[in-house]
């Protein structure tokens, strides 16, 4: 879900034989307790466009494979800069 003139950024860093990718959207910010709930499937939200809720949904499974893979996934949100998803994998998986 992106409205129209939001803005996306991909970065990655290594950090200790881990690779650490973030994706920023700045089109939404949400509280720190919502940004807790995202990965969930059950959370519960007054946002009701479509695409949305997909996406949310599909939080849930990259947290499942992130972890199936040792790899841990979060998001922090900054009312400046919008969300920032991010997630790590060990290098040695991606080998």
Same mark, same amino acid.
């Given at each position: 879900y ?5 803005i =996306?950024k +991909?970065?990655?860093t +290594?950090?200790?034989? $881990? @690779?650490?990718?973030?994706i920023?959207?700045?089109? $939404? +910010?949400m509280s ?9 499937v059950?959370?519960d939200?007054? =946002?009701t466009h479509?695409s949305?809720i997909?996406?949310? &949904? ?6 499942? @494979? &992130? ?5 841990? @996934?979060? +998001? ?6 919008? =969300?920032?998803f991010?997630f ?6 991606i080998r």
């Open positions: 992106n409205p129209d003139k939001s =996306l +991909v970065s990655a +290594v950090e200790h034989n $881990m @690779i650490r990718c973030y920023q959207d700045n089109s $939404m +910010v720190q307790q919502e940004c807790e709930q995202l990965f969930n059950d959370f939200s007054n =946002l479509d949305l997909s996406g949310l &949904i599909g939080l849930h499974f990259c947290r499942q @494979i &992130i972890t199936a893979h040792n790899g841990r @996934i979060g +998001v922090n949100t900054s009312p400046r800069d919008g =969300l920032t991010w790590t994998l060990s290098l040695e998986n």
